[in-house]
């Protein structure tokens, strides 16, 4: 239980100064860093008990909703939000240890461990398509 | 009041020249000319923005037309000059601003510098250490991440004049990461150069060009879309090679096991 308090206050910090270095605006960084935390906790939770790639799409349905709401709340870009919540999710390990395989010359598990990377980015894709579908539809709704 | 044609389409080109140069979507630079010159009247619009440049067609009357065309050459990431921009616009339209103002305003926010060098290195080197620990990472990790986030973004920042700014920085960044957290594991015999590495790349992966060419895709934007995703293929392929070489370098000598 500790672990993963400690690792949403990691997670919490590390999209904080990320905001920081993307310059995001000074009363958004509290929201998406929180965003980022509970996306994250979603995606732990989701890949550990159910299955990874179903875990990236969760923790970016989130982020990414989270995004949208808080953008029409601060009438604000909803990248701005987005942005830096997804980046824990993005799955830097994938990419990593394919490289890594490739280099060991472990063909075979750099092409198993690279599609599973590949997947889990489409699923993020998805995720995010979806969610922006459905923001543009409330916004369309709105202006009429 | 006689509308300023010139001061209009100046207006109109420095914003939609924030938005893309500090990593907005292509929709909100077109959306935005179209927004800020429906205030004013103007008949005809036409824009068509990419992440490499934009064309702007505006016709005031229905007769004479002006057009604009605009390279865009560097891009970086100012999430506070996007928004600025779109408060601008969003006041001109509302025309509690003049056009003079917002041009002097857009020119101040073009030249401005928001973050100083030293906290914009400082905070790379705090966000790859947090990354690096929440990978598993423990003390000596999480110091030799923050010493290493700190050297890659002082070197990635005396990339950014350069044309090829992209495929340079990021194959350096891979090199110098790798390179660091090989070197201190080796030398300490403690600690796991894996953690450093993914927590070093971890902010360097092009995440807004990823964000941005789904959301362009899905808005009907194929041409933003492909960009954006070259551009994150790009990156994320170079970092890779960058962080390659070294480990198998390192394999070949013998250092790593």
């Known amino acids: ?144 | 009041m006689e509308l300023n044609i010139g001061s209009l389409l100046r207006v109109v080109k420095l914003s939609a020249q924030i938005i893309i140069e500090n990593g907005g979507e292509t929709y909100r630079a077109e959306e935005t000319i179209k927004f800020i010159c429906k205030s004013f009247k103007v008949q005809d619009i036409e824009s068509i923005a990419t992440p490499t440049g934009f064309y702007i067609t505006i016709s005031v009357n229905g007769d004479d037309n002006n057009t604009l065309v605009k390279r865009i050459r560097k891009r970086t990431i100012n999430l506070q000059k996007i928004n600025d921009v779109n408060n601008i616009s969003r006041r001109l339209s509302e025309h509690s601003v003049t056009l003079d103002e917002a041009l002097e305003e857009l020119e101040g926010i073009s030249k401005r510098t928001d973050l100083k060098y030293k906290y914009s290195i400082l905070y790379a080197g705090l966000s790859s250490a947090f990354f690096t620990v929440l990978f598993g990472g423990e003390v000596l990790e999480f110091f030799t991440a923050l010493f290493t986030g700190i050297i890659v973004s002082a070197v990635s920042k005396r990339f950014e004049k350069l044309d090829s700014y992209y495929f340079f920085s990021s194959i350096f960044s891979g090199i110098i990461i790798a390179c660091i957290a090989i070197t201190i594991t080796f030398f300490s015999k403690m600690g796991n150069y894996n953690h450093i590495i993914v927590g070093c790349i971890m902010p360097l992966l092009p995440g807004l060009a990823m964000t941005n060419a789904i959301r362009d895709t899905i808005r009907g934007d194929l041409i933003s879309g492909i960009a954006r995703a070259t551009e994150a293929l790009l990156v994320a392929s170079s970092l890779a090679a960058g962080v390659g070489v070294i480990i198998y370098m390192a394999y070949t000598i013998g250092i790593l096991l």
């Open chain 1, 1 to 144: 239980m500790t672990d993963i308090i400690l690792d949403l206050i990691y997670c919490f910090a590390a999209s904080l100064f990320f905001a920081l270095i993307m310059n995001a605006p000074g009363k958004t960084l509290i929201h998406t860093s929180i965003a980022a935390s509970v996306g994250y906790a979603i995606y732990m939770a989701c890949s550990t008990q159910l299955n990874t790639t179903l875990g990236f799409f969760a923790g970016t349905t989130f982020v990414a909703m989270m995004g949208e709401l808080s953008a029409r709340k601060f009438k604000m870009p909803a990248t701005t939000f987005i942005f830096p919540a997804v980046v824990p999710i993005v799955p830097g390990l994938g990419l990593y240890q394919t490289m890594l395989a490739l280099v060991q010359n472990d063909i075979s598990s750099a092409l198993e461990i690279g599609a599973s990377t590949i997947l889990n980015i489409a699923a993020m894709a998805i995720a995010m398509a979806i969610v922006s579908v459905l923001a543009l539809k409330m916004k369309s709704r709105n202006a009429n």
